[in-house]
Nanobody, 122 residues
Framework: QVQLVESGGGSVQAGGSLRLSCVAS????????MGWFRQAPGKERDAVAA??????YYADSVKGRFTISRDNAKNTVHLQMNSLKPEDTAIYYC?????????????????WGQGTQVTVSS
C-alpha cells in the first residue's frame, strides 16, 4: 500500500507560480515513476508531467512552464508551475507507477493522491 499526500495547491493570478509537492510512503520510491495529472470541470483526467528514473515527460500545453522533479531521499515529487494560465485551473493529482514506466497512460499508475485544487484567475 502506497499513500500519496499532496500539498501546495491554491489560488493564484494568471502569470503567477505554484509549487505542488507529493510525499509518498513507499519503501522503494526511487524505483517508481511518478506522474502529475489534472482534471478540470467537465473534462477527463489528463496527464501533465511524468518522471521516471531516466526521463521526464510533459504535456504540450505545459512545456516550458512546468517542471517535474523528485527528491528520492525525501520520497517526494514536485511540480513547479510557472506562468500559470486560467486554463491550468484543475484538480491536480500525483500518481505512482510502481513498475517505473512513467507513461501518460493513467491506467498504468497504481496509486493516486487525494488531489489538490489549483485555481488560476485572470
Amino acid at each position: 500500500q502506497v499513500q500519496l499526500v499532496e500539498s501546495g495547491g491554491g489560488s493564484v493570478q494568471a502569470g503567477g507560480s505554484l509549487r505542488l509537492s507529493c510525499v509518498a510512503s513507499g519503501r522503494t520510491f526511487s524505483n517508481y515513476a511518478m506522474g502529475w495529472f489534472r482534471q478540470a470541470p467537465g473534462k477527463e483526467r489528463d496527464a501533465v508531467a511524468a518522471i521516471s528514473w531516466s526521463n521526464t515527460y510533459y504535456a504540450d500545453s505545459v512545456k516550458g512552464r512546468f517542471t517535474i522533479s523528485r527528491d528520492n531521499a525525501k520520497n517526494t515529487v514536485h511540480l513547479q508551475m510557472n506562468s500559470l494560465k486560467p486554463e491550468d485551473t484543475a484538480i491536480y493529482y500525483c500518481a505512482a507507477d510502481l513498475y517505473g514506466r512513467g507513461t501518460f497512460n493513467s491506467k498504468q499508475y497504481d496509486y493516486w493522491g487525494q488531489g489538490t485544487q489549483v485555481t488560476v484567475s485572470s
